[in-house]
């Protein structure tokens, strides 16, 4: 498969989109480093490990940014529990974290598959902005960015910003202009990429550990989706992997995008030229449309490959 690495902060969809990513024979994934998001970096961290450990994998899992590269820490615990991943508990890990830095590994990585590096974020893209800011030659050694982050039209944070980039706008404005291939999978696609209780249910009853936590952990997160107004579960970053393991899951638009660092209402929005009146060249290839269908039975089947 392509040599991805996976920068989360799981994070109850981020679990998943690391099961996803782990058993598909398109992606081959290097390494997994988190970044503080939904809870803080400590905690997102041995989650990663914890879930790579529970998928029996084998990848190397770094720890990294505690906190935004400016301003205040923001997380998102009544979204995903108090340890981030719906309050279920998880075997207590047996390996350890990398000694390196997130950033370090990234760097690492990205010099060992020389150029041909993918990076699927589905947190705060503080990790990879500060990587980018150290490391002066790695925006040419990444191959591609998928971003789970953004929107074109409206935020869930706040009515203009979406959490991953309203939890570190600065960084967020680095990686969209480091010059790097960018395909943007925002709320326009992710809040639309639903499971319901039946598919909940069908998942609970596959024959693995990996199966039923995971069900057990989107039923956590189904009931705050309900508080929310939704029928189903938004799978943000489970879809962004999709995405990454089959582009024709994602219809995009080549387009400009600037992040709001300052705006009174508007901080953390991702700004979208959707009509193309900035006159600037386009930095990322926007998903709107999706396949939603073909993004079921993808999980589903990446899903059953275990146990
Ligand atoms: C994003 O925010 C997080 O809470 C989710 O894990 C996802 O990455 C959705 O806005
Ligand atoms: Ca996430």
């Not at 990848?59 to 820490?73: F, R, T």
Request: glycine share 10%; charged share 20%; with cysteine.
């Amino acid at each position: 498969g392509r040599p991805v690495l996976l920068d989360c902060d799981p994070g109850i969809d981020d679990a998943l989109a690391i099961f996803m990513a782990l058993a598909s024979d398109e992606l081959k994934v290097e390494a997994i480093t988190a970044v503080a998001g939904n809870v803080p970096v400590e905690r997102t961290a041995l989650n990663a490990l914890q879930l790579v450990e529970l998928s029996g994998y084998e990848v190397e899992v770094a720890s990294g940014a505690g906190a935004p590269l400016y301003g205040k820490k923001k997380t998102a615990e009544s979204v995903h529990g108090r340890n981030g991943i719906g309050d279920i508990e998880l075997p207590p890990p047996v390996g350890a974290l990398s000694c390196q830095t997130a950033r370090e590994l990234i760097y690492r990585k990205a010099l060992e598959q020389g150029g041909e590096l993918e990076i699927i974020a589905t947190g705060p893209l503080t990790n990879i902005a500060s990587a980018l800011l150290i490391y002066p030659d790695l925006k040419n050694l990444i191959r591609h960015i998928w971003i789970m982050g953004g929107s074109a039209y409206s935020g869930n944070r706040t009515p203009a910003a979406e959490f991953n980039i309203y939890a570190d706008p600065h960084g967020a404005s680095i990686v969209f202009q480091s010059g790097v291939p960018i395909t943007m999978c925002g709320l326009d696609v992710t809040n639309r990429a639903l499971i319901y209780r039946e598919d909940i249910e069908r998942l609970s009853l596959f024959q693995s550990d990996v199966a039923r936590k995971s069900a057990q952990m989107l039923t956590w997160y189904l009931g705050f989706y309900k508080s929310f107004g939704f029928e189903g579960v938004a799978m943000h970053d489970p879809f962004t992997v999709a995405a990454a393991i089959d582009p024709s899951l994602a219809a995009t638009r080549h387009l400009y995008v600037d992040v709001e660092t300052e705006g009174e209402f508007t901080f953390g929005q991702t700004v979208v030229d959707i009509l193309k009146v900035s006159g600037k060249k386009p930095n990322a290839h926007v998903a709107l449309e999706l396949d939603n269908k073909g993004f079921v039975d993808l999980f589903e089947k990446l899903m059953r490959s275990y146990g």
